[in-house]
């Protein structure tokens, strides 16, 4: 299928690539099927999750690991299940980032760790888990 991208202009997507968010995305609801796409040399830091339903959506998505960060959280039974999850490694963790347009001067990335997106790669299928509040364990490594 084809979609065009505000961002990446005019791409073909393969329909065994489209992921499936049974429950859509909190505020999208209604828009429950996406891919995974990155820019043209990009190296996969940043990965761009597009809309496959409304080509004018397409949020910025990268790995917790990508900043320093580990941090892991409980899935319930029925998301398990949403997800058609049997193996933990078959899920994937990555969060939103957008710029930081509020602070002057700033040019540093906001990482949304309230709600992350875990994605079963065997089954094309996600979620997005909100968290009502942290009281997980984050941590924090130094790359040098």
Do not use: C
Request: no cysteine; net charge negative.
């Amino acid at each position: 299928m084809k979609i065009e991208s505000p961002v990446l202009g005019a791409i073909e997507v393969a329909d065994d690539k489209v992921i499936e968010f049974p429950a859509g995305l909190p505020g999208f609801e209604h828009l429950r099927r996406f891919v995974l796409l990155h820019e043209e040399g990009g190296a996969g830091k940043v990965l761009l999750l597009q809309s496959v339903d409304d080509a004018s959506l397409t949020l910025s998505l990268t790995g917790p690991e990508q900043i320093g960060i580990t941090y892991e959280f409980p899935l319930s039974d029925d998301e398990v299940a949403s997800l058609r999850l049997s193996r933990p490694e078959d899920a994937v963790v990555a969060v939103v980032v957008r710029k930081d347009t509020e602070a002057p001067g700033s040019t540093g990335l906001h990482a949304n760790f309230m709600a992350p997106l875990v994605i079963n790669i065997k089954q094309q299928r996600g979620l997005q888990k909100v968290i009502d509040k942290l009281d997980y364990d984050i941590v924090l490594r130094v790359h040098g």
